[in-house]
Nanobody, 116 residues
Framework: QVQLVESGGGLVQAGGSLQLSCAAS????????MGWFRQAPGKERQFVAR????????SYADSVKGRFTISRDNAKNTVYLQMNSLQPEDTAVYYC?????????WGQGTQVTVSS
């Protein structure tokens, strides 16, 4: 089992920045990649960014490219999402995701609200 705990959400004005963190615990050696998804009210959960645990290759949704950066600290089993130039449409609950060969794990989510 892998447990994921997010932190760092909050309220920010448009154009501002926030950094989200996701700490993994449990069978962290089984993690192949970690990522971030978000879900706005009334909408489906959507992919934001992903990073491979080994090698560190990254991928991003088109809507966040150039504004968000995903990174990891393997020693701390933590993944980060640096969010810059935030816009009201970025408002959502952000969920951390961890993938192993057999399973998909989710954190409890952290609210990000961007005011105009």
């Amino acid at each position: 089992q892998v447990q994921l705990v997010e932190s760092g959400g909050g309220l920010v004005q448009a154009g501002g920045s926030l950094q989200l963190s996701c700490a993994a615990s449990g069978r962290t050696s089984s993690i192949q990649s970690m990522g971030w998804f978000r879900q706005a009210p009334g909408k489906e959960r959507q992919f934001v960014a992903r990073i491979r645990w080994s090698g560190g290759s990254t991928s991003y949704a088109d809507s966040v490219k150039g504004r968000f950066t995903i990174s990891r600290d393997n020693a701390k089993n933590t993944v980060y999402l640096q969010m810059n130039s935030l816009q009201p449409e970025d408002t959502a609950v952000y969920y951390c995701n961890g993938r192993t060969i057999l399973n998909n794990y989710w954190g409890q989510g952290t609210q990000v609200t961007v005011s105009s």
